[in-house]
């Protein structure tokens, strides 16, 4: 039961180092010395800030899910995976020198409201589920190459117009909120397969979800009474 990271003789040439399921509070400034490092777990401890490790350029993924952080600061440009899930983040900051990044995943947080990610240019994974949105003002661009967005279980009422430029999304989750409208916008979005709006206020179906050809939709529990289109590809 590892308590602090200085406890260990680390060599500098480390490539891969998993603390995980340990009781590190404080993440030191000589973690910096492992400028080599590719892969770092710090899941399940108890740090509280995320910040210290700007040395480690060749960084690619970072898993720190299962704390107590509130804060983070990261600008580690060669990251390609970052897992900050099951924490305490309130507000996202300093993602947009992420440039590299493929995986994201802010779930189970008490995130309310999302940036601008539009820097993100390599993004194609990206989950945000289970924290406190209520209005999505986020928007990624759009030459944006994003192929999984999860946006289950927040408080979210209405989808913006600027999804349509989303247009590699294979799968999409927003169940679970308090959407009442869907935008007519899939005739841009037709490579989805999966879509996941089950246990929302909607009552109508947009005519353009005709255009997918989906493998898996489900929309239960909703407050739907007509369907208007056949969706002969569903």
Known sequence: HISQI??????????????????????????????????????????????????????????????????????????????LSYNNIMKIKYLNNLTKLKCLYLNNNKIKRIPNLNKLKELEELKLNDNNISEIYFFMGKKNILIDLNLSNNEIIMIPKYFKYLSKLITLNLSNNKIIHLPNIFNTLKDIKYLDIHNNNIKFLPSSLNLLKLLNFKCTSNLLYKITYPFQNI
């Open 6 to 83: 200085s406890q260990l003789l680390i060599s500098n040439t480390l490539l891969h180092l998993n603390l995980s399921n340990n009781n590190i509070e404080t993440i030191p400034d000589s973690i910096n010395k492992l400028n080599k490092l590719k892969y770092l777990n710090l899941n399940y401890n108890k740090i509280d800030k995320l910040n210290n490790i700007d040395g480690l350029f060749n960084l690619q993924e970072l898993y720190i899910n299962n704390n107590n952080i509130s804060t983070f600061k990261i600008s580690n440009n060669n990251l390609q995976k970052v897992d």
